[in-house]
């Protein structure tokens, strides 16, 4: 199966040495495998009426199915497996008249997730619910166009979607990969004139997250070494804390999980790559490159972290990562060595930290097929 990101993202000459032309042969292998027995324990837990985990939050369903069909593994035809036509069947029966994809609100995250989801099936009969779903996560850009709010922080963002003075940068990252990877279904024009994202408020949002004070006016953006290119979730909180200045203010602390999430709604937006703002969030990232924890943040959100590396250091095509020291780091199987090595007996993967839902398996377990998927995807077979 192709990769999500398109062709020209991805690395190639840095993978085969001329001593070992097959360098990558072994853990691909082990990739393969450990994905088969994840995904068998996944299909284990899918309930009757099609859907996994909890009915009122349709991400569950669409991060287990996309887990399934990405799966190098998985075979495909015209149809897919009863139990995968199923799930997608309660999948799209969840979406609303606004075109959003939830039930218990969270529409951004669920609409989001599900698109992505229809995307990796790759089915022309699944484009009407994108569509509609498209429109929705579009519909939730914070104040796009009014002149009342221009200069509010959020401005550009997306949020859940059920509070429209919220906007964060998970949900504005999951929403602009969901529309970058969905583009090419409307571009044929066999669905009409569309609308689109406000890129340039995206952007300008997305900055106002970063520790960059070139490009974030922020009036707590650093330069600090500790700080310097990072994310951090919102343009007024980060989920890591607060760090006081030699200057005596107070900035908000750069983290992992986000700052993957920043580099890669940069370069969905087409930020290009000796942009400022790319080069320093890659900086960041090499200073503080670590698979033991989500920097900053310790063991919570583990896995979101692991899965967003894996996307965005292969969107960014950084086939070795740069540390501070100066080394360079082979991310890719670094990143999947762990991953197999948390693997559990039954197949699935679990976090200790319960912060946001990670003792739930069968999200966790989407989060890291997913990961060994994108990394599996990106590594040329020769």
């Given at each position: 199966?192709?990769?999500?990101?398109?062709?020209?993202?991805?690395?190639?000459?840095?993978?085969?040495?001329?001593?070992?032309?097959?360098?990558?042969?072994?853990?691909?292998?082990?990739?393969?495998?450990?994905?088969?027995?994840?995904?068998?324990?996944?299909?284990?837990?899918?309930?009757?009426?099609?859907?996994w985990d909890d009915p009122e939050l349709p991400a569950f369903t669409a991060l287990a199915l996309n887990s399934i069909v990405r799966d190098p593994n998985f075979e495909r035809s015209s149809k897919f497996p009863?139990n995968v036509e199923k799930g997608y069947t309660w999948l799209l029966a969840q979406q609303k008249n606004d075109g959003g994809i939830y039930n218990r609100g969270l529409s951004v995250y669920n609409t989001a997730?599900?698109?992505?989801?229809?995307?990796?099936?790759?089915?022309?009969?699944?484009?009407?619910?994108?569509?509609?779903?498209?429109?929705?996560?579009?519909?939730?850009?914070?104040?796009?166009?009014?002149?009342?709010?221009?200069?509010?922080?959020?401005?550009?963002?997306?949020?859940?979607?059920?509070?429209?003075?919220?906007?964060?940068?998970?949900?504005?990252?999951?929403?602009?990969?969901?529309?970058?990877?969905?583009?090419?279904?409307?571009?044929?024009?066999?669905?009409?004139?569309?609308?689109?994202?406000?890129?340039?408020?995206?952007?300008?949002?997305?900055?106002?997250?970063?520790?960059?004070?070139?490009?974030?006016?922020?009036?707590?953006?650093?330069?600090?070494?500790?700080?310097?290119?990072?994310?951090?979730?919102?343009?007024?909180?980060?989920?890591?804390?607060?760090?006081?200045?030699?200057?005596?203010?107070?900035?908000?602390?750069?983290?992992?999980?986000?700052?993957?999430?920043?580099?890669?709604?940069?370069?969905?937006?087409?930020?290009?790559?000796?942009?400022?703002?790319?080069?320093?969030?890659?900086?960041?990232?090499?200073?503080?490159?670590?698979?033991?924890?989500?920097?900053?943040?310790?063991?919570?959100?583990?896995?979101?972290?692991?899965?967003?590396?894996?996307?965005?250091?292969?969107?960014?095509?950084?086939?070795?990562?740069?540390?501070?020291?100066?080394?360079?780091?082979?991310?890719?199987?670094?990143?999947?060595?762990?991953?197999?090595?948390?693997?559990?007996?039954?197949?699935?993967?679990?976090?200790?930290?319960?912060?946001?839902?990670?003792?739930?398996?069968?999200?966790?377990?989407?989060?890291?097929?997913?990961?060994?998927?994108?990394?599996?995807?990106?590594?040329?077979?020769?």
């Open positions: 199966m192709k990769s999500l990101i398109p062709a020209i993202l991805l690395g190639t000459s840095l993978f085969a040495p001329a001593d070992n032309p097959k360098p990558y042969e072994s853990i691909r292998q082990e990739m393969r495998q450990a994905i088969a027995r994840g995904n068998t324990w996944l299909k284990a837990q899918q309930k009757p009426e099609g859907n009863v997730t599900s698109v992505t989801s229809f995307m990796a099936a790759n089915r022309k009969d699944f484009e009407p619910a994108v569509v509609k779903a498209r429109k929705h996560l579009i519909d939730n850009q914070w104040d796009t166009g009014k002149t009342k709010d221009a200069d509010s922080a959020n401005q550009g963002g997306i949020g859940y979607g059920s509070n429209k003075e919220h906007s964060d940068l998970s949900n504005t990252y999951m929403a602009i990969e969901a529309l970058a990877l969905s583009k090419k279904v409307i571009e044929d024009g066999n669905h009409g004139d569309q609308p689109d994202l406000d890129w340039d408020a995206a952007v300008k949002f997305i900055s106002r997250c970063q520790n960059l004070k070139t490009t974030n006016d922020r009036d707590w953006a650093s330069d600090d070494p500790k700080n310097k290119g990072g994310f951090t979730y919102s343009p007024f909180e980060s989920k890591s804390g607060t760090d006081s200045t030699a200057e005596g203010r107070t900035a908000l602390r750069s983290y992992g999980s986000m700052s993957y999430a920043g580099l890669l709604s940069l370069i969905y937006a087409k930020v290009s790559a000796d942009d400022p703002r790319v080069v320093a969030v890659k900086e960041w990232l090499g200073k503080n490159y670590t698979l033991d924890e989500n920097p900053g943040m310790g063991a919570e959100g583990l896995y979101y972290y692991y899965q967003a590396m894996s996307k965005a250091l292969t969107a960014a095509n950084v086939n070795l990562l740069k540390l501070d020291n100066g080394k360079m780091v082979d991310w890719r199987k670094e990143l999947a060595g762990s991953i197999l090595s948390k693997q559990r007996e039954d197949g699935s993967w679990l976090n200790a930290s319960g912060r946001w839902m990670e003792t739930n398996p069968v999200l966790v377990t989407s989060y890291t097929l997913l990961s060994l998927e994108q990394i599996y995807d990106s590594i040329p077979e020769k």
